[in-house]
């Protein structure tokens, strides 16, 4: 699902990074209601900056950053990794979800177990609500982190390399998964990632990050071309169109 209109998140004209080391340069960059967007770009591009100043959790060293409120209501991040040791059944990690309608001293309302069960269910973990989070393999971690950005009903979705070192299985219901949310709910996902026929497959905006600028925005038809990608990643690329698909499979050339 695409739209445009009024943002629901954006940057201009934004510098930002970490002390005295800059990495985001001038960006400016927009969300527009129910798009799926990935950014791409090699290792220290500033992809994850990029979502970290879209999420709030980074304050830009100037510039201007437009951000839905009330936000822990409306925008959720899911990080690259859910830590091996939290001490939760997949139930009781993913309500953690519902913490900003949580009452400081009460239990979860039908309404917060109602979001909690959708969570669970869209993700598939439904079986396993009762497993300590300690017991699940790292793509069933993935998916709880997942269902508890899920459990708040987002309309922003920001994910950081969402399916790094998944097996097939695991890559074929998180992309599934996103792909439902966003054009079923309209969800907006914006995510960063590394796999660029992943990105291409199921993304219809691509936004190329270098050098913590970005080097270009658009369709899949416009970017991915062996001259803008060589450009951008510094090195020969091999792209192979997909058969009976728009997608690509991309390889160093």
Request: with cysteine; aromatic share 6%; hydrophobic share 40%.
């Amino acid at each position: 699902m695409e739209r445009t209109g009024q943002p629901i998140s954006a940057l201009e004209d934004v510098t930002a990074g970490y002390r005295d080391r800059t990495v985001l340069q001038g960006v400016t960059f927009r969300v527009n209601p129910g798009e799926r967007i990935a950014l791409a770009g090699p290792n220290g591009a500033g992809k994850s900056t990029l979502l970290r100043v879209l999420s709030g959790a980074l304050a830009p060293f100037s510039g201007r950053v437009t951000i839905p409120e009330p936000r822990a209501r409306r925008l959720r991040t899911v990080p690259q990794e859910t830590p091996r040791d939290v001490p939760f059944t997949v139930r009781a990690f993913v309500t953690l979800g519902r913490t900003p309608w949580l009452p400081r001293f009460g239990n979860p309302s039908r309404e917060d177990r109602e979001a909690v069960d959708e969570a669970l269910e869209a993700t598939g973990l439904l079986p396993l609500e009762d497993r300590p989070v300690t017991e699940l393999s790292g793509g069933e971690r993935r998916l709880a982190s997942l269902a508890m950005a899920l459990a708040a009903r987002p309309e922003v979705l920001l994910l950081d390399e969402p399916a790094a070192n998944l097996d097939l299985a695991h890559h074929v219901r998180l992309a599934s998964i996103l792909l439902r949310l966003n054009e079923e709910k309209g969800v907006a996902i914006v995510a960063a990632v590394h796999d660029l026929t992943f990105a291409s497959r199921y993304f219809p905006r691509i936004a190329l990050l270098r050098d913590g600028r970005i080097a270009a925005d658009g369709g899949v038809a416009d970017l991915f071309r062996p001259e803008i990608l060589s450009r951008v990643y510094g090195c020969p690329v091999s792209l192979f169109q997909l058969p009976d698909s728009p997608s690509y499979c991309v390889t160093p050339g």
